[in-house]
Nanobody
Framework: QVQLVESGGGLVQAGGALRLSCAASGRTFSRSVMGWFRQAPGKEREFVATISWNGRLSNYADSVKGRFTISRDNAKNTVFLQMNSLKPEDTAVYYC???????WGQGTQVTVSS
């Protein structure tokens, strides 16, 4: 079973950037569609981005399109989320996920100050 560990969160000013990483264990990572989700205080978890197993296809929520980029390195079993032009409304706990499974990491906090 795949296990996921997110990292890279922190406190940043509006307009700044962060790069999140999600390290996966397990031999099925390179064949898995991966995704990033986020959950703000008092809100439901929401979709951010997904990436195909080979990295050729990606999909984004409208709210992050043009600012966030999802990528992956299958040799390192890692998926990334580059977040640029951050806004206070991007503040949330960010989780990675094996799409179609109940496998989630513990999350990493991103806080964007105005």
């Amino acid at each position: 079973q795949v296990q996921l560990v997110e990292s890279g969160g922190g406190l940043v000013q509006a307009g700044g950037a962060l790069r999140l990483s999600c390290a996966a264990s397990g031999r099925t990572f390179s064949r898995s569609v991966m995704g990033w989700f986020r959950q703000a205080p008092g809100k439901e978890r929401e979709f951010v981005a997904t990436i195909s197993w080979n990295g050729r296809l990606s999909n984004y929520a409208d709210s992050v399109k043009g600012r966030f980029t999802i990528s992956r390195d299958n040799a390192k079993n890692t998926v990334f989320l580059q977040m640029n032009s951050l806004k206070p409304e991007d503040t949330a706990v960010y989780y990675c996920n094996v799409i179609g499974s109940a496998t989630w990491g513990q999350g990493t906090q991103v806080t964007v100050s105005s």
